[in-house]
């Protein structure tokens, strides 16, 4: 049956979006100030504005007339969050992405995706340290040290809402890393068609726990190695096929999975086409047509696009502190989930047919903007500097 969108009276303004956005903070975590100066409001508000500028809580403060001194925020957030912290932030962290998922998302089975990702850490932090969340990686952004979270996205027409996130401990290996997730998208009772994962998932104990776990199918795509081996050696003929291939490692024995190679083509900057190839790990999956295989994961780049707009509202530190580091990432995460709540509760478009909404009117850079503005309202700017009682320089 058609449905029915009707317009909306009342706007979307700055200090609409902000009390939004605070309110949803407040509601579902911890974090909280009993100061004379500062505030649980005023915490919330000093961080949504650093993560809105992309910015520091030092910089933020200096920067806002009425606000709390930096060092007055920083106490409340040492105090509270600490390396045993995490697994609370994480907690409050999914609680408030749980909040915004309309309930239609409910209504039938959609294609999740999971995937890691990571955030270059510069420090010196002792890697043996019991307490260090950093984890070691592949050279990039000129370090091999990251804070990494895992986050399960649901992959639905231009809906792109984040579902779960699952920050990553270094002794923590993938199988467990994916079972949370799942397990976290079961619980919101979001039915799952399929699970889209990324290579950093394609090793033999991830393989072999999705294929006993029930009511689960999954596509993997993997990385092409070896020289004449492997599955580069699948990579051969003219054009796409399904076979099965055997994925061997001293630590975890053999397994044999279905895959589907996918002969592809991209052009190039002289405008000919050269032909590429990609392997996909099939779990329960072996129904599907290998044309939809390839159109439908090059879908789940969306997430990518998810951690894109991450950077965008994503405070910044110096501290050691890798509960505070979470925090900035689960927050950016949710400012990501409220600005798509925002658009289909004041921006969706009228008449009958598919939920529509005029995307182009609220940019997440404008949502910054807007959150910024609606602090500096509150708390004032700082538009001049009283020089300092010296005696002033002869030119």
């Not at 609409?16 to 605070?22: E, P, S």
């Not at 979270?149 to 923590?172: G, K, N, W």
């Not at 050696?233 to 055997?246: D, I, K, M, N, V």
Request: aromatic share 10%.
């Amino acid at each position: 049956m058609p449905k029915f969108a009707p317009p909306r009276a009342d706007k979307l303004t700055d200090r609409g979006t902000l009390d939004f956005t605070i309110a949803v903070l407040q509601q579902h975590f911890d974090l909280a100030a009993d100061g004379s100066v500062c505030k649980t409001p005023d915490l919330w508000r000093v961080l949504v504005t650093a993560a809105a500028r992309r910015t520091y809580i030092e910089t933020v403060c200096n920067d806002l007339d009425g606000a709390p001194d930096s060092n007055t925020v920083r106490g409340y957030l040492k105090a509270q969050l600490t390396p045993a912290d995490i697994r609370a932030v994480q907690r409050d962290c999914n609680r408030a992405l749980a909040s915004q998922l309309p309930t239609w998302l409910r209504d039938h089975p959609k294609d999740i995706a999971i995937d890691l990702h990571a955030e270059p850490y510069y420090g010196k932090d002792d890697l043996d340290e019991p307490r260090s969340w950093v984890c070691r990686g592949e050279a990039r952004d000129g370090t091999t040290r990251f804070y990494r979270c895992a986050t399960a996205y649901v992959m639905h027409r231009d809906v792109r809402f984040t579902l779960a996130v699952e920050f990553v401990h270094p002794d923590d290996d993938r199988v467990k890393v994916v079972r949370r997730l799942i397990r976290r998208v079961k619980a919101l009772k979001i039915k799952a068609k399929r699970y889209w994962l990324d290579k950093g998932f394609c090793a033999i104990p991830v393989l072999r726990w999705l294929q006993v776990e029930p009511d689960v199918s999954a596509i993997i795509a993997a990385p092409i190695r070896g020289k004449t081996g492997g599955t580069r050696a699948l990579c051969q003929g003219r054009g796409s096929y399904r076979t099965q291939h055997t994925f061997r490692s001293a630590d975890h024995g053999e397994l044999t999975v279905p895959v589907a190679v996918v002969r592809t083509f991209r052009k190039q900057r002289d405008g000919t086409r050269k032909a590429e190839w990609l392997v996909y790990v099939l779990v329960a999956a072996t129904e599907m047509p290998l044309r939809d295989v390839r159109k439908v994961y090059r879908r789940r780049f969306g997430i990518e696009s998810s951690y894109r707009l991450l950077e965008q509202t994503r405070g910044h530190t110096t501290a050691r502190n890798a509960a505070l580091r979470f925090l900035w990432m689960g927050l950016a995460l949710l400012i990501g989930n409220i600005w798509i709540v925002l658009h289909w509760t004041y921006l969706r478009r009228c008449g009958s047919g598919p939920r529509r909404v005029a995307r182009n009117y609220f940019t997440l850079s404008q949502m910054a903007q807007f959150l910024r503005r609606a602090v500096e309202a509150i708390y004032g700017t700082v538009s001049s500097i009283d020089p300092p009682n010296v005696k002033p320089a002869v030119l």
